[in-house]
């Protein structure tokens, strides 16, 4: 109940396969296994807080939405009214696109700033809608030092003669006439320029923004007022009005929003509504999550779910665990802050120990923003644009949770991680086992096992390098995958306080020289010739995340039966069991770094 895909997408034949109250329910982490965790994934509350407020002074309730944190400054504007300073960064006001035929465009301007030189859309965004690839879009932007408009379909812009990024205030202002698309820019009250462009309606943006493109880019530095828009083009004569108002005056006639920018946005802590469920860990954006709704840059996305805390024993811990969250989280358990996670790839966990309720219901809640790629992190093949224009070699982008969410309970002292390195050259596998707590001088234990049987064991201390030899090691390779199964026991005065499982392969990677003197790669002192698929990890339903791991591990089947042995990970990290998967079923891993670009 509650959750059901987003219809109108493409599903694969797995989406069928998913369960609201278990989805995903494997262990997440087979290099490292522990018999006791639950699993938090399922059905969530969601919200996405759209930013604080901006009157509408036009009477539409036409409200705009802050994003990043524009100053305001009180008296500071044109004739003393108020105004918004913006970064040049992430700071821009989000208002709803309410003209698309006849417009006039009209708002105060202070800048020292210089824009991009051309066409409108590659200026710095005043008021704008452009739309990438889309031709029904238009928009105000500062281009080089003066004030530039434009519309699509086709492209074009016209520009101001007068500059105004003299750090004074100007008034700026842009009409467009659909009956015959003619085109027209004032500065100071002035008509400066007439173009002609298309005539149709100029539907493309699903909303304006002030003080960058629409599209996220090319932000504004300075200060703004009185942002208008009208949706009947304004004569001279009533431009002339508005300019020597100030920005207090001017035509009411056709105003369709008014943003004065001359109050102050950031009213404190806002109550979060949560407006449904969403479905975890499938991104927000994916069919699967039950939403399939964009998160745009500095907004945040709300999570909330309640769990009950495992009754707790002497000495132990109770560790929160993410796969993997794109891109900020900042985790709440009961209300108090436990940690904030940067990075949209990698797994994190926290102690909640001290901050749980053992054996009752404890609220947990995770906000998230991800501005997917626009501060330079990482985001691999993500786009922002793609979900309202998909399209070309960029796809959709995956925000927040996006791996399984789990509880594990654990010893005050404990193992927290396992470097294996099978040295194929040696016969041995050598095992560092990193330990958290504070007791000293612990010891680990290390089996090596086949179907059941013992092949090997060695002991060795805590978080240092234990050899174990293995005779007659058998390799592992794409036609061959064999693993061994690892049991690490961590032990205090003889004592077994922790334990885990893993496997190991036993391979080498290395390059060599081939029969004809020609340096290849190698593979257990041997050259292979490797063959696989640029392999993107997107999924029509999930985006970032497989619809279940039955699907996760038919790709690699499929790749096998196609006579591949390796796949390229194309700027992703797969979550730990696709790489398991790949070990289990023989298939050489080409890791990418996801870029920024």
Not at 247 to 276: H, P
Request: charged share 20%; with cysteine; aromatic share 8%.
């Amino acid at each position: 109940a509650g959750w059901q895909p987003v219809p109108g997408h493409i599903m694969t034949r797995w989406a069928a396969d998913v369960d609201p109250e278990a989805p995903l329910p494997e262990y997440p982490r087979p290099a490292m296994v522990r018999q006791e965790w639950a699993n938090l994934n399922g059905l969530w509350d969601y919200a996405v807080d759209p930013g604080p407020e901006v009157p509408d002074g036009s009477g539409n309730r036409q409200l705009g939405r802050v994003v990043g944190a524009p100053v305001w400054c009180p008296g500071e504007g044109p004739a003393g009214a108020g105004a918004y300073e913006f970064d040049g960064d992430d700071d821009c006001v989000n208002v709803p696109a309410v003209v698309s035929k006849d417009m006039t465009l009209s708002l105060w301007v202070k800048t020292t700033q210089q824009g991009g030189a051309g066409d409108w859309f590659s200026g710095v965004g005043l008021f704008d809608g452009e739309c990438a690839g889309v031709a029904d879009d238009f928009g105000a932007a500062l281009s080089g030092d003066t004030f530039a408009f434009g519309v699509g379909n086709p492209d074009t812009t016209i520009h101001a003669t007068t500059a105004i990024n003299d750090g004074q205030w100007h008034h700026v202002a842009a009409t467009r006439r659909a009956k015959d698309g003619e085109i027209r820019v004032y500065v100071d009250g002035a008509h400066e320029n007439t173009g002609q462009g298309g005539t149709q309606d100029l539907t493309a943006p699903g909303r304006l923004s002030i003080g960058q493109l629409q599209t996220n880019i090319h932000s504004f530095q300075g200060r703004l007022a009185d942002v208008r828009a009208y949706d009947r083009v304004l004569s001279q004569a009533e431009i002339a009005e508005i300019c020597s108002g100030h920005g207090v005056a001017g035509t009411t006639r056709g105003l369709a929003g008014q943003w004065r920018l001359d109050s102050d946005w950031n009213d404190g802590d806002r109550t979060i509504t949560y407006e449904g469920k969403i479905l975890v860990p499938f991104p927000i954006e994916s069919a699967l999550s039950g939403v399939a709704k964009p998160l745009l840059p500095k907004q945040k996305l709300h999570y909330r779910r309640y769990f009950t805390a495992p009754a707790a024993t002497a000495g132990s811990r109770l560790l929160l665990h993410f796969g993997a969250v794109d891109h900020e989280a900042t985790v709440l358990v009961n209300g108090a802050l436990i940690g904030t996670h940067r990075g949209g790839y990698d797994a994190f966990d926290f102690d909640i120990t001290e901050a749980v309720h053992p054996g009752a219901d404890n609220e947990l809640a995770v906000i998230v923003t991800d501005t997917t790629g626009a501060n330079g992190e990482p985001k691999g093949k993500q786009d922002v644009g793609s979900m309202q224009n998909p399209g070309g070699i960029m796809y959709t982008p995956c925000s927040g949770i996006w791996q399984t969410v789990w509880l594990e309970p654990v010893p005050a002292d404990h193992i927290a991680g396992l470097k294996i390195t099978p040295d194929v050259d040696q016969g041995n596998v050598q095992v560092v086992t990193r330990t958290a707590g504070a007791a000293p001088g612990l010891d680990v234990d290390v089996r090596i096992s086949t179907g059941g049987n013992l092949v090997a064991s060695a002991s060795g201390k805590a978080n240092a390098s234990i050899a174990i030899p293995i005779p007659d090691a058998k390799l592992w390779s794409p036609d061959s995958p064999f693993l061994y199964d690892l049991t690490v026991s961590l032990r205090q005065n003889g004592q077994t306080v922790d334990a885990v499982e893993s496997y190991v392969g036993m391979r080498k990677i290395a390059l060599g020289k081939d029969a004809n003197g020609i340096t290849r790669i190698m593979l257990n002192g041997q050259f292979v010739f490797q063959m696989g698929f640029l392999d993107q990890g997107f999924w029509p339903d999930g985006i970032y995340t497989a619809p279940t791991d039955e699907a996760l591990r038919y790709d690699i089947e499929v790749s096998k039966r196609l006579g591949m042995n390796m796949a390229r990970k194309h700027v992703k990290v797969e979550p730990a069991r696709w790489y398991t998967w790949c070990d289990r079923l023989g298939l050489l891993v080409w890791q990418d770094m996801p870029g920024a670009g």
